[in-house]
Structure formats: C-alpha cells, structure tokens
C-alpha cells in the first residue's frame, strides 16, 4: 500500500540540469526521513542525499556536494532532487526511499 513514485528523469546534456519528484502515499510522510540513491550500469547503488522529516537537516554524497539540493513538501507528501551542472558520471538510475520503501526508480542519462 506504501507507494513512491519517482518523475522528472530523462536525457540531458553534461552542464545542464533535471529536477527529480517522488510522490508518496500510504504512509504518514512527514514522520519519515526521506532519501535519494542512484544506481549506475554495472555499479552498486548509492546514497545521493537524505533529508530529515522537516526538511532541517540534509546530508549529501560527496560527489553530489555543490551540485544538488535536496528538498521536501510536507503538505504535498513530496521530495525532490534538483540536479544541476549534470556530469556524465551522473549516469544512473534515480530511487526515491523511505525507511524499508523503494520506488521504482527513474533514468537518467547525461550524455551529449
């Protein structure tokens, strides 16, 4: 019943930017700390960034630092990943998690 549906992936050049959106549902998505990972071809997945339940505190990726900000909406049981000066190795597919909760995932591919 706990839903996390991930949008906004798609193709990009290297400098450009694609903001990410998860909506979620089935659960009370303010008590939960929300988070971003990413999977390349033929790599493990990884943690991108997180944000507390109130959005307070953020913590990110080392090779994200700069370049992305995460950020939530209580009110609309949403987070977002806003993701600028893309790079090639940013390759990957994007997953919106809460808790034990997985999306789907959503791709994105940089490339010229």
């Known amino acids: 019943q706990v839903q996390l549906v991930e949008s906004g992936g798609g193709l990009v050049q290297p400098g450009g930017s694609l903001r990410l959106s998860c909506a979620a549902s089935?659960?009370?998505?303010?008590?939960?700390?929300m988070s971003w990972y990413r999977q390349a071809p033929g790599k493990e997945r990884e943690l991108v960034a997180s944000?507390?339940?109130?959005?307070?505190?953020?913590n990110y990726n080392d090779s994200v630092k700069g370049r992305f900000t995460i950020s939530r909406d209580n009110a609309k049981n949403t987070v977002s990943l806003q993701m600028n000066s893309l790079k090639l190795e940013d390759t990957a597919v994007y997953f919106c998690?809460?808790?034990?909760?997985w999306g789907k995932g959503t791709l994105v591919t940089v490339s010229s």
């Open positions: 944000i507390s339940r109130t959005g307070g505190s953020t």
């Open positions: 089935g659960f009370t998505f303010s008590n939960y700390p």
């Open positions: 998690k809460s808790s034990i909760y």
